[in-house]
């Protein structure tokens, strides 16, 4: 006996065998409906989508949805897109609070950059004083000593140019390079984090905004093969056309 010798009680009861017990969604049943005029008929009534109805949106209350003129395709049909509109408003949202935490995170490079190249010039201003000051002092150490006169006379001026105590002055810029130091490593630390965190952001908003079909391009072999298809289909329409007329 073929399938469509079968009543349609019996293709009802394996309908709704799949539904209830093989996992059958609404896309399956969708499918099902365009493979024959029976089954289109069959899959519209309204036993097999009221389970979609209450098991897909079970927030919703079916019985007062039941009681109205519409069928509960139709009304499935108008909830499915509430609630598809409802998930593209939630996907947007989403995506929006990651395009602004990537702003954040780029501002906040930008700020520590900002203060890298702060504390580099002051590291860089601190360490030539640092040996302005240690030539003075050997200058200092070199005028107790014996040695010609033009020498001894360009380390006096070196001396007499600085007008501030050496030593402390020394002991001062030592702790100022510390900490210059410690301050560009934690910035170039918290560089380092705010870098991962950027392209983890920019990883996870390409992966939200992936969609297989509009992110999806023919490579050159695949197009020719495709331009290819659709000659060898019109030449073939063309043929039977010739031959219809004929």
Known sequence: MSGSG??????RKIIEIGIHSSGFTYKDLCCLSISCGRLHRLSDEDSLWSHFLSSDFSHHNTSSSSSSSSSIKSIYK???EKDKEKKLLAHTRAVLRKESQIVEHSRKILEIEAKLREETLKLKAADAESSNLRR????SVALNVWQPEVVRGRQKDIVEQCVVSVE???????????LCNQQIAGFRKAYREQKQRLDKAKEELRNMKYHPLREYKLTGSEEDECNRKRKRMKICINCKSLSSCS
């Open 168 to 178: 402390s002055r020394l002991h001062a810029l030592d702790m100022e390079l510390r």
């Open 6 to 11: 079968l009543p349609d009680e019996l293709w």
């Open 78 to 80: 108008i909830r499915f």
């Open 136 to 139: 003075v002092r050997q200058a």
